[in-house]
């Protein structure tokens, strides 16, 4: 399973955000699985990054991100990205088209944010960490 993941939950983790934390960072353990593949964008990361430099000085949230990277597939944002993004009329911020079509162009399966409604445009599937913990890893049948 291919999964997306959206800037907050990288911020719950990088920040130890409770409650999101006890399931954004059971998500991040899946790059240990064979059966899941975890992407974020260059926005994400600069998104996560901003929060943890205001929580932490800059050379912690630097290693933090680095840490990160070296664990999740980084999905590009081209050309192709940012004009789907801008012609599709159902995207009215810029940013969550990005990482839709991010999303979209590496084939995930879902978006994991905790902001769903901002995906309302979406064809493929938009969960918050919470219900995909329920629905993809807490029952012994999805682990």
């Known amino acids: 399973m291919r999964l997306f993941l959206d800037a907050n939950i990288l911020v719950s983790v990088l920040n130890k955000e409770y409650p999101l934390f006890t399931f954004s960072s059971r998500i991040l353990s899946l790059t240990d699985k064979s059966n899941f593949t975890l992407f974020t964008s260059p926005v994400c990361l600069a998104i996560a990054f901003y929060f943890a430099e205001k929580k932490y000085k800059s050379a912690s949230a630097k290693k933090r991100i680095q840490i990160l990277c ?21 995207v009215n911020d810029f940013e969550d088209g990005l990482e839709y079509y991010s999303a979209v162009e590496n084939k995930c399966d879902c978006i994991i944010t905790e902001d769903r409604n ?8 938009v969960i918050n960490s919470e219900d995909f913990f329920e629905k993809y890893m807490a029952s012994p049948s999805k682990k």
């Open 118 to 125: 901002d995906f309302y445009f979406s064809n493929i599937e």
């Open 70 to 90: 070296e664990h999740l597939n980084i999905a590009a944002i081209n050309k192709s990205t940012v004009l789907q993004s801008l012609n599709n009329p159902a």
